[in-house]
């Protein structure tokens, strides 16, 4: 089919008419034609249904993961900080790990004392408290510890407060020569 250039100014004068009396529905007709418009819709229509589909799947299989995750390491705590110190075994000797003020808080200054018991220490170096996340490298966040008489040390540290919202912890104790244990608790933000 062929289209004069007469049909066509027609054609654009009727639409700036049209355009210009701000009737856009009787604009989108005069381009469309009521058919393909209706025909358009459908499809749309169809294409919102299917994306609404598929993102409520997506939804639905991703939020059991994430709240099982946080709930895995919920499962892993093994210290009450908040009621007093806790302990660990560790190669024949007792590690007690205590943290003060209570309850732990992050982003407040805490004072950690590890106290050992049990075999005799033959290491002249002082353990060392790493503190980071079950599963979730947060950097390097080491306490020193200096001797404070007998088997007990000291130091001052940060929890940090993560981004995540998680608040599980994990205090990595190290003993040189003797190794590590792991006293994992939950921290107050």
């Known amino acids: 089919m062929k289209i004069s250039p007469g049909?066509?100014?027609r054609a654009a004068r009727d639409l700036v008419i049209l355009y210009f009396?701000?009737?856009?529905?009787?604009?989108?007709?005069?381009?469309?034609?009521?058919?393909?418009?209706?025909a358009m819709a459908v499809k749309m229509k169809f294409l919102?249904?299917?994306?609404?589909?598929?993102?409520?799947?997506?939804?639905?299989?991703?939020?059991?993961?994430?709240?099982?995750?946080?709930?895995r390491y919920q499962e892993m705590i093994n210290c009450d900080l908040h009621a007093g110190p806790c302990t660990q075994?560790?190669?024949?000797?007792?590690?007690?790990?205590?943290?003060?003020?209570?309850?732990?808080?992050?982003?407040?200054?805490?004072?950690?004392?590890?106290?050992?018991?049990?075999?005799?220490?033959?290491?002249?170096?002082?353990?060392?408290?790493?503190l980071g996340m079950p599963g979730m490298n947060m950097g390097p966040n080491r306490v020193q510890l200096k001797s404070a008489g007998g088997n007990s040390y000291e130091g001052q540290g940060v929890i940090v407060k993560c981004p995540s919202g998680r608040r599980t912890w994990q205090a990595t104790i190290t003993i040189p020569d003797v190794g590590q244990t792991d006293f994992i608790f939950d921290v107050i933000y």
């Open 7 to 9: 049909r066509v100014r």
């Open 21 to 38: 009396k701000n009737d856009l529905l009787a604009c989108s007709q005069f381009l469309l034609g009521e058919h393909l418009r209706k």
């Open 48 to 71: 919102i249904i299917k994306f609404t589909f598929v993102f409520s799947i997506a939804f639905l299989l991703a939020v059991p993961v994430c709240v099982s995750a946080g709930d």
């Open 89 to 130: 075994s560790l190669s024949g000797n007792t590690v007690t790990l205590e943290v003060t003020p209570r309850p732990v808080k992050a982003l407040k200054d805490l004072s950690f004392k590890v106290t050992l018991s049990g075999k005799q220490l033959t290491s002249t170096k002082a353990p060392y408290i790493d």
